[in-house]
């Protein structure tokens, strides 16, 4: 089964107060969003493969370690990924970004497709999906699925804010995902929001309503 991960460190936890405060504008919860999301990469990418090569120190000769050059996807579940990807470039710059487009039926809260552009090695890639909030698991669930349909066999997800549902509906469903969230809430309210949650990710990020 795969591990779920609460990153609970304070700097993440200082932050993803200012994220939640409904009075935090677009621009300071783009910048939130940005920066914990930099910070989760350092956890998410805590097993990745080293290998030594050789270098020079103005002192001496020694074997140092790199990373194995193990290739990596990004994946934004739009819209609201979107704001996870820059921070995650920050720390990761060679890696590749894949694009799902889902959102939500407000009636069924059923993901609905409307797009996909995707590398095409993700069969190769360590791939690692990106939104902020998983609600109900929906968009979640079919967006590892529609990975896995194409050839991807190892795939981390990483949310901001996640509720218990969430949780148990990847875990159900993809066993074999490794989860990554700064929090799991209390629980969804009728509207299949995360409570207390930040809202609608995607309007807060870019002052839609
Ligand atoms: C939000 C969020 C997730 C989804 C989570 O997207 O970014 O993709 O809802 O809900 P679920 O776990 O119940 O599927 P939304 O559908 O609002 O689309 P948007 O990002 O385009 O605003
Ligand atoms: N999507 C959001 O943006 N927020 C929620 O709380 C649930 C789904």
Same mark, same amino acid.
């Given at each position: ?15 993803? $107060?200012?994220?939640?405060?409904? @009075? ?32 020079? $120190? ?49 009636? $069924? ?43 991807? @066999?190892?795939?981390?997800?990483? @949310? ?28 969804? @309210? ?20």
């Amino acid at each position: 089964m795969g591990s779920v991960t609460v990153l609970d460190h304070p700097l993440i936890k200082h932050k993803l $107060t200012f994220i939640r405060d409904k @009075n935090t504008g677009s621009k300071e919860f783009r910048e939130l969003v940005k920066e914990v999301s930099m910070l989760m990469a350092y956890e998410v990418t805590r097993d990745l493969a080293l290998e030594e090569i050789e270098i020079e $120190t103005p002192v001496s000769k020694m074997k140092s370690e790199v990373i194995a050059g193990k290739k990596l996807g990004l994946v934004p579940i739009l819209r609201a990924g979107l704001g996870m990807v820059d921070g995650m470039l920050n720390l990761l710059p060679a890696a590749k970004v894949g694009h799902i487009g889902l959102y939500r039926d407000p009636e $069924t809260f059923k993901p609905v497709e409307y797009y996909c552009k995707l590398p095409q090695d993700i069969d190769e890639r360590d791939l690692i999906v990106l939104d902020p909030m998983l609600a109900t698991g929906g968009s979640a669930v079919a967006a590892i699925q529609f990975l896995k349909d194409r050839g991807a @066999n190892h795939i981390k997800l990483m @949310n901001l804010i996640a509720a218990p549902e969430g949780v148990e509906a990847v875990r159900k469903a993809h066993p074999d995902v490794d989860i990554y969230v700064a929090s799991i809430d209390e629980k969804l @309210n009728e509207h299949a929001y995360i409570v207390p949650g930040l809202g609608d990710a995607g309007d807060r990020l870019f002052g839609t309503k």
